[in-house]
């Protein structure tokens, strides 16, 4: 048990490790596509473990193990929900290891966000660690839940990482996420971008919200006409603290307007003196954004990797 762990925060580790060591296994899907498959009238009531912790279904407590259910009131994630119960959070996986995060639907505006965006990103990361760069100073600006932190530590034990978010609740679940990863090397720190994060770091890794969300939820909110102000600022930030020869790798999302990548633009009048790549790694994602509001007149929204380096 780690000492700066609550008695919670321990049953909540000891909860994630029972699931895995029983096979649970879940891909988290987009919102619309768990809103769908949670409205059949079949998927009422959860049946097993991947209802419960993955689908957030209702539940009755008969259908856990008692070790389980027993865990679960422990680590204070059992909620009442009329005569029956939900988790209060989900169990995703993501190669090859368990990351807590917000049940669905996530509509708090302290909520954890996880899914198919984490997953891309993910994938860009392994496709920049496969190609033998090395880092000994990294950070996660916007860390969420930690994916993208623990993911690098994993890559390179040796290396000091930084998990940086201004949401405590994703704070605790990246330390708790770390523990289930076995991984020492991430700090998990109180940050608005590089804010209260001193030095000079040859990694930044970033995958912030990026959508215009009406209310503003921070998770999801990525600010300005399409959404774009706080992966702008990442960039920004970013450019002032890379070291020689360090790298930023920023996965985010770009409308299309009128055939045009307006946040490509934007990047790109930044850039000088930096060697950049950026790809559409998915060209069309959130397509229901665009019935109206903010994406009215975009073509669609795309999912891009940034990745810049000092020269």
Not at 58 to 86: N, Q, S
Not at 87 to 106: D, E, K, N, Q, V
Request: aromatic share 10%; charged share 20%.
């Amino acid at each position: 048990m780690n000492n700066s762990f609550s008695s919670a925060d321990d049953a909540l580790l000891r909860l994630a490790r029972a699931l895995h060591e029983s096979g649970y296994n879940f891909t988290t899907p987009t919102p619309a596509t768990h809103e769908r498959v949670n409205a059949r009238p079949e998927n009422t009531l959860a049946k097993n473990l991947t209802d419960v912790f993955g689908w957030s279904r209702p539940f009755r407590p008969d259908v856990l193990p008692t070790e389980i259910w027993k865990l679960m009131r422990e680590a204070e994630v059992a909620v009442a929900h009329g005569d029956t119960w939900r988790s209060a959070l989900r169990l995703s996986s993501l190669s090859g290891g368990i990351f807590w995060h917000s049940a669905y639907p996530t509509s708090e505006e302290n909520a954890v966000f996880f899914g198919p965006d984490t997953y891309r990103y993910a994938a860009a990361l392994q496709n920049f660690f496969a190609s033998g760069k090395t880092f000994q100073n990294a950070v996660d600006l916007g860390c969420g839940a930690g994916p993208g932190a623990i993911l690098c530590a994993l890559a390179q034990p040796q290396a000091r990482v930084i998990a940086g978010d201004i949401n405590d609740a994703a704070l605790r679940l990246t330390r708790i996420n770390a523990a289930l990863s076995e991984t020492e090397n991430v700090e998990a720190r109180h940050s608005d971008l590089m804010a209260n994060i001193e030095s000079e770091f040859d990694l930044i890794v970033s995958n912030p919200p990026y959508l215009v969300d009406p209310t503003e939820r921070a998770y999801r909110h990525g600010g300005g006409p399409l959404g774009a102000d706080l992966s702008l600022r990442i960039v920004r930030a970013a450019l002032e603290n890379l070291a020689p020869r360090g790298t930023l790798l920023l996965y985010t999302g770009a409308a299309i307007l009128g055939n045009r990548d307006p946040f490509r633009a934007a990047v790109a009048g930044l850039l000088d003196g930096f060697s950049w790549n950026y790809r559409e790694v998915d060209p069309d994602v959130f397509g229901e954004e665009l019935e109206g509001g903010a994406y009215a007149a975009c073509d669609r929204i795309a999912a891009v990797v940034l990745t810049v380096t000092r020269d």
